[in-house]
């Protein structure tokens, strides 16, 4: 597809279960970032890739969050032993490189941990 | 430090009303970027412009435009002629040349009334 991609569009967990969410950047940006997004707040920095790499996990609220790319292409997070505040919506986006180029964003994962 | 200040929290308008959204950052760089994104209530982010630290030209598109100036760190966005499809939460985000990180602000959420 022509855009940022990302699923599942919708996740319902129980407390204490593990999640995985995926994104799928645009074709040769090299740059993905992860974003939360809680009910009628900002957007709230997780991580940043350049390629494979994360030079930047200084976002993640916890260690029960990891992220990884592969390929330079496709993001995985992970939620491990979720808590019902890690409810949010979590964004995917992508760019080309370096700090001055638009990011791109998915439509986003809902997660509700019951 | 980085930081996106959007004092607005909510604002409503009538249709055909000029609205200008506050935007005020904070940054020790010299060289950095600003954006404007529109979140829809479908959600979605979408970019709508991005400025150089170097460029205090005011831009203008159709009705949208954006004044830009570094003596006060601002950088505000007028509607000109508010439409009900102008209804959106509003973020105003900063990038720094060496972290790669977007910043974003709290966002306002603009109501424009029939």
């Known amino acids: 597809g022509a855009g940022v991609s990302q699923s599942p569009s919708n996740k319902v967990t129980e407390k204490g279960k593990d999640v995985e969410l995926r994104c799928d950047p645009i074709?040769?940006?090299?740059?993905l970032y992860w974003y939360r997004q809680s009910l009628g707040q900002g957007l709230e920095f997780l991580i940043y890739?350049?390629?494979?790499?994360?030079?930047?996990k200084s976002g993640l609220p916890s260690d029960r969050f990891s992220a990884e790319r592969t390929g330079g292409s496709v993001s995985t997070l992970t939620i491990q032993r979720t808590q019902q505040e890690d409810s949010a919506v979590y964004l995917c986006?992508?760019?080309?490189?370096?700090?001055?180029?638009?990011?791109?964003f998915g439509p986003g994962t809902r997660l509700t941990v019951l | 430090a980085q930081k996106v200040t959007q004092a607005q929290t909510e604002i409503s308008v009538v249709e055909k009303e000029d609205v200008t959204l506050d935007c005020v950052y904070e940054?020790?760089?010299?060289?950095?970027?600003l954006f404007w994104y529109k979140q829809p209530p479908s959600g979605e982010l979408v970019f709508l412009i991005r400025?150089?630290?170097?460029?205090?030209q005011n831009e203008i598109s159709g009705r949208y435009s954006w004044n830009f100036q570094k003596s006060t760190s601002s950088f505000n966005f007028t509607i000109t002629a508010s439409q009900v499809v102008d209804s959106a939460v509003y973020f105003c985000?900063?990038?720094?040349?060496?972290?790669?990180?977007?910043?974003f602000g709290p966002g306002t959420s603009l109501s424009v009334i029939p």
């Open positions: 890739f350049q390629g494979n790499s994360a030079p930047d």
């Open positions: 985000a900063l990038s720094d040349s060496k972290l790669d990180k977007v910043i």
């Open positions: 940054t020790r760089d010299t060289t950095y970027y």
């Open positions: 986006a992508s760019s080309f490189p370096g700090s001055y180029n638009e990011q791109f």
């Open positions: 074709s040769g940006h090299t740059a």
């Open positions: 400025r150089n630290s170097f460029d205090e």
